[in-house]
């Protein structure tokens, strides 16, 4: 053949080992049939800017047809070769930042790993909203900063034709996905920032509120206003035994597990001092009641259920009374002026003392807060009523009793604007706690 006739077989050959090299690897989809390649002719001073083919050396001068050719299509093939792994390795480029972006992005927008290492990243946010707003643009900054990077990398690292569109697209609409989360993020900051200055406020005005009506009281006292010396220094007398003299304590009862009660009296009648105090409560009028009726021993009753106390103040004098209870197998105890006198067990045990109850000083209720017995009414003076959620210790008990201590109760403090009176009970100023003890 001339050589005109083998250079078109070289042809030829080139173009069936290039379809080859640009086949799809294993696992990838391969160019659908009917695809074809089209040749374009390139200038001559383009040729460094495609894909040009090193010159074929000259040996020893001119080489017959055959030998040149055979040299042509060897240096063909080498060529082929280096653009194969050329597109192996810009397709490797690809897959490589592809992965490196869904990292930044990660699963369900959790995209801190990638932001930053740091503290105040989204998963630790600054207390400080505007530190947070300030953190939040930073990170999309950074975002942006980092995109910008990896678009310029593409670039760099394959030609722009390379680079699918698709992908180009992936990026701006997870840069935008972002975008909004951040913005979403920063309104709620907003919000919240706006809810909690609004509690404070209303917070600091409860306390302005709070601080006010102590400074008239404190104004009140100091001016001599108040018949008492100090809120506590008061007490209840109940002169006739009637079913409309009475005390009424305005704070109820919150749900007991136990208590301890304790009281200065001074009884007036005999025999029996009838009910100091009595605690009714939807349902069950007799939850708890300190009575002494006739000739009948002091009883204390829970939920109906009756215990009789080794108590004895019916001698007109002032006599300092505590009683505890829990309900942990009904366990109780009487102290009669610091002295432990008793103690029981299986006494209601189990039962919750209920809310919401009414307590009434001087009279037992028969319904929540009425239907009063004038056989059971209390005759005398009573002070410093007092009660806790938990049984005393002895100890403070006899510290209260001997004047030692002052602990009004934490659940029912003795305590001027918490007791009422009705029917013709009234208050008058206390003897001093030394004074009751030499009344002993």
Request: some cysteine; overall charge negative; glycine content about 8%.
């Amino acid at each position: 053949r001339s050589p005109a006739g083998m250079l078109l077989v070289a042809a030829g050959l080139l173009l069936a080992v290039t379809a080859g090299g640009q086949g799809s690897p294993a696992g990838e989809q391969e160019s659908p049939p009917g695809s074809r390649f089209v040749c374009t002719s390139l200038p001559l001073d383009a040729a460094g800017a495609g894909c040009p083919l090193p010159p074929v050396p000259v040996q020893g001068g001119a080489l017959p047809p055959e030998e040149e050719l055979k040299a042509t299509v060897l240096q063909l093939r080498e060529t082929v070769l280096q653009q194969k792994e050329t597109i192996g390795s810009q397709r490797e480029a690809i897959r490589e930042l592809t992965g490196k972006l869904s990292r930044c992005e990660g699963a369900d927008g959790k995209w801190k790993n990638e932001v930053g290492k740091g503290k105040d990243t989204m998963g630790d946010l600054p207390r400080d909203p505007a530190q947070v707003i300030d953190q939040l643009s930073r990170t999309m900054q950074t975002l942006k900063d980092r995109l910008e990077s990896l678009e310029h990398q593409l670039r760099a690292n394959v030609s722009y034709a390379a680079l699918p569109s698709d992908l180009r697209e992936m990026l701006q609409r997870r840069l935008g996905e972002l975008e909004r989360q951040l913005l979403s993020k920063v309104a709620e900051l907003e919000d919240e920032k706006s809810l909690l200055h609004n509690e404070t406020s209303a917070h600091r005005q409860k306390t302005e509120t709070a601080l006010n009506a102590l400074l008239e009281r404190v104004s009140e006292l100091e001016k001599g206003n108040s018949a008492f010396k100090s809120p506590d220094e008061f007490k209840v007398s109940l002169p006739l035994r009637t079913n409309y003299l009475y005390g009424k304590i305005k704070k109820t009862l919150p749900e007991l597990y136990a208590f301890t009660v304790c009281l200065w009296l001074r009884s007036s009648a005999s025999p029996g001092i009838g009910t100091p105090f009595s605690y009714a409560v939807p349902g069950q009028a007799n939850e708890i009641v300190l009575i002494e009726w006739g000739n009948n021993p002091i009883e204390l009753l829970i939920n109906d259920k009756v215990a009789q106390l080794p108590l004895f103040i019916s001698d007109g004098k002032w006599h300092h009374i505590c009683i505890t209870w829990t309900t942990r197998d009904g366990m109780w105890e009487a102290f009669q002026d610091g002295e432990k006198l008793g103690t029981g067990e299986n006494l209601a045990p189990w039962h919750p003392i209920k809310p919401g109850g009414v307590l009434i000083l001087g009279q037992e209720q028969d319904t929540v807060g009425g239907r009063f017995d004038a056989t059971q009414a209390f005759v005398g003076e009573m002070s410093q009523f007092n009660i806790w959620d938990r049984v005393l210790k002895a100890e403070d008990i006899m510290n209260i009793a001997n004047c030692s201590i002052n602990m009004p109760g934490n659940i029912i403090p003795w305590v001027d604007n918490n007791v009422d009176v009705f029917g013709g009970a009234t208050k008058w100023p206390v003897e001093t706690c030394e004074e009751r003890l030499l009344d002993l």
